[in-house]
């Protein structure tokens, strides 16, 4: 079984500055990993993945991630946030072997003050 | 359609009333999931399909909740006897064959049981 955990349920961040969100999983077998966006009543929108490869991952919006398979981490950063960074983000991972679901963390609130 | 389409957006049911919730893939995605988000949480996986046939319903919380897909396109997950515990956004997310591909998530059903 796999778990996702994202460490803050909470970042509040001044706009231009940067953000870092945690995301550490558990599984026991190999997965692919995910960061998902959420703005309000809205569906969840794929911001990047890491399949394999190179462990920096570039993405929309100008975010990116780090795998770090010793850490079993995946943090999402983005150098200078804009108000409309202002949203929901969930951290996934799906394994490799078998099976197409997503497991997620609980989520990230981040607010971006002008 | 270009996305993702769910039905009804909103959904306030009594307690121990019935309810059917809508779930319109895109054209021509094979595989097509339903997920659980409860207010402040990650979604949780309920039950995928691969065409017509469900392959995982290991999510799907107890024998009131069943989901089908007889043709291979739309989808209906229904839920007998609402509960409050049931009260939560419904996501449903479909991807164009198994594998690392991407799952594209429609808005979602908010169920309030009263």
């Known amino acids: 079984a796999q778990s996702v955990t994202q460490l803050d349920s909470q970042v509040p961040v001044f706009e231009e500055a940067p953000v870092e969100l945690r995301c550490n999983y558990s599984?026991?077998?190999?997965?692919?990993l995910f960061w998902y966006v959420q703005y309000p009543n809205q569906g969840l929108q794929l911001l990047l993945k890491?399949?394999?490869?190179?462990?920096l991952v570039k993405g929309i919006n100008g975010f990116e991630a780090e795998f770090n398979k010793s850490q079993t981490s995946f943090h999402l950063r983005k150098p200078s946030v804009h108000i409309s960074d202002t949203a929901e983000y969930f951290c996934?991972?799906?394994?490799?072997?078998?099976?197409?679901?997503?497991?997620f963390g609980g989520g990230t609130r981040v607010l971006v003050k002008p | 359609g270009a996305g993702v389409s769910q039905s009804p957006r909103y959904k306030v049911a009594k307690r121990g009333q019935d309810v059917a919730l809508r779930c319109d893939p895109i054209?021509?995605?094979?595989?097509l999931f339903w997920y659980q988000q409860a207010l402040g949480q990650g979604p949780e996986f309920l039950t995928y399909?691969?065409?017509?046939?469900?392959?995982?319903k290991s999510g799907l919380p107890s024998d009131r909740f069943f989901a089908e897909r007889p043709e291979g396109s739309v989808s209906t997950l229904k839920i007998q006897r609402t509960q409050q515990e049931d009260s939560a956004v419904y996501l449903c997310?479909?991807?164009?064959?198994?594998?690392?591909?991407?799952?594209?998530f429609g808005q979602g059903t908010r169920l309030t049981v009263v």
């Open positions: 997310a479909s991807s164009l064959k198994t594998g690392t591909t991407e799952a594209f």
């Open positions: 599984s026991s077998v190999s997965v692919y």
């Open positions: 890491y399949l394999s490869g190179s462990t």
């Open positions: 996934a991972v799906r394994m490799k072997a078998a099976g197409n679901k997503l497991t």
């Open positions: 054209s021509g995605h094979v595989s």
């Open positions: 399909f691969q065409n017509e046939a469900q392959l995982d």
